[in-house]
């Protein structure tokens, strides 16, 4: 994405792959969103993820089981044993 925002050909490949993904029916992330710039063009373009710095930064393993088990509605699972990091 950090180049997204000032280049018309990365423009006109993300509404061709959005496009593609919506007639698939499939759900379309985009990757290293690092700016609200950069968000309000996904957003325009109908990106229907994100994920990124502008979020957040990358987690251990552990980390990130705490922060799934804190952020869902399967928390219980998570903490039973369900689900463990690797």
């Known amino acids: 994405m950090t180049r ?12 061709a792959i959005v496009s593609i993904g919506g007639q698939l029916g499939t759900s379309i992330t985009a990757e290293g969103v690092e700016t609200e710039e950069q968000l309000v063009r996904v957003r ?3 990106c229907t993820e994100v994920q990124g710095f502008l979020y957040g930064q990358p987690l251990p393993a552990a980390s990130a089981l705490n922060f ?9 699972e998570a903490a039973s044993g369900f689900f463990t990091a690797a």
């Open 44 to 46: 325009q373009e109908r």
């Open 68 to 76: 799934i088990q804190s952020h869902t509605p399967f928390a219980a």
């Open 4 to 15: 997204f925002a000032g280049r018309n050909f990365t423009a006109t490949i993300v509404r």
